[in-house]
């Protein structure tokens, strides 16, 4: 009887999947401004770079939530054609006191804002006056506005207003949050890159280790999660590297061990698509830190991507 059911591919595609939901190169000057300090998750996409491979597309087209196809909806009726004027996109996740968790996206490319601001007055479409900014309305309850001439902040209008006051200097931003800031380090220079603070990181690895985290003290091990940061690439096929960072060397290889003993009972029973991915998957520990490693070739990737597995985990 299989009584652990670990989730490990759903960790790996969970976190690829959620690169699409949602974020590269480094993040410029004005969308680093414009996020709260709060921050559970930043997910960044070189959107260029995205659409020139073919694995990340396929990879698109089979997971694109509505609400990307939303904004993409937006930008094309201001007037943009995101897989040609779009460069980065960025999301931010942000806890506010009273308001829960919170989102805004930012869009950087080769777009102006003079040359989106008359396409929007020739449709008819004009701002509502903040007093921090003009809010243009989009599609869905959304709003937009300009961070500077080539950056877009988008996002239900609270979390907006929120991000425009990070910017302005009335709350702290997230350049203020030296966890993120420690995270961000070294995954910066990604095609597609993710932190996730502690909290978030807690939640990842409870989803991605489903029943198996009841076979030791989770919540003592949990406690001593400090933070994940994950790097994917799809220039050749699909390669993606996991951090996740720990107190000390003895959770991380506590943690290691966890995934390699789940990852060994579940290849006793997977076929097709899941063994492939299980087979592609390294774990390890390294001081305190748990390292994932995953690469596929072209063939084997689009394989997966058509198992009945994926249709499954990427729900």
Not at 9 to 29: K, P, Q, Y
Not at 89 to 113: D, P
Request: hydrophobic share 40%.
């Amino acid at each position: 009887m299989d009584v652990v059911r670990p989730k490990l591919l759903s960790l790996l595609l969970f976190i690829l999947c959620g690169t699409l939901s949602a974020s590269a190169a480094a993040l410029g000057t004005s969308t680093r401004s414009a996020i709260p300090a709060e921050v559970q998750q930043i997910i960044v996409v070189d959107y260029r770079a995205f659409n020139d491979s073919a694995s990340a597309r396929a990879l698109k087209e089979r997971t694109t939530t509505p609400r990307l196809r939303q904004f993409e909806a937006a930008l094309r009726k201001a007037g943009i054609v995101p897989e040609k004027e779009v460069e980065q996109l960025a999301f931010a996740s942000f806890r506010s006191k009273g308001r829960g968790l919170q989102m805004v996206g930012i869009a950087e490319g080769s777009f102006t804002r003079e040359g989106v601001v008359h396409k929007l007055r020739m449709k008819g479409i004009r701002p509502q006056r903040d007093r921090l900014a003009a809010l243009y309305p989009m599609e869905g309850g959304m709003v937009m506005t300009f961070l500077d001439d080539s950056a877009l902040l988008f996002g239900e209008p609270g979390a907006v207003r929120l991000a425009l006051e990070a910017r302005q200097g009335e709350i702290q931003s997230v350049n203020s949050n030296a966890q993120i800031s420690e995270l961000m380090n070294g995954v910066e220079a990604g095609a597609v890159w993710s932190v996730l603070d502690g909290d978030g990181t807690r939640n990842m690895v409870r989803s991605a280790l489903g029943e198996s985290s009841q076979l030791t003290n989770s919540e003592s091990l949990m406690k001593r999660l400090r933070g994940s940061r994950y790097t994917a690439d799809f220039s050749r096929g699909c390669e993606f590297n996991l951090d996740v960072l720990t107190s000390d060397s003895f959770t991380a290889a506590t943690l290691s061990s966890l995934f390699q003993a789940a990852m060994a009972v579940r290849k006793l029973s997977a076929k097709g698509g899941e063994k492939m991915a299980l087979e592609s998957l390294e774990v390890e520990s390294d001081g305190d830190k748990l390292k994932a490693h995953f690469r596929s070739d072209e063939e084997r990737f689009q394989a997966l991507l058509k198992s009945d597995l994926f249709a499954v985990v990427s729900k």
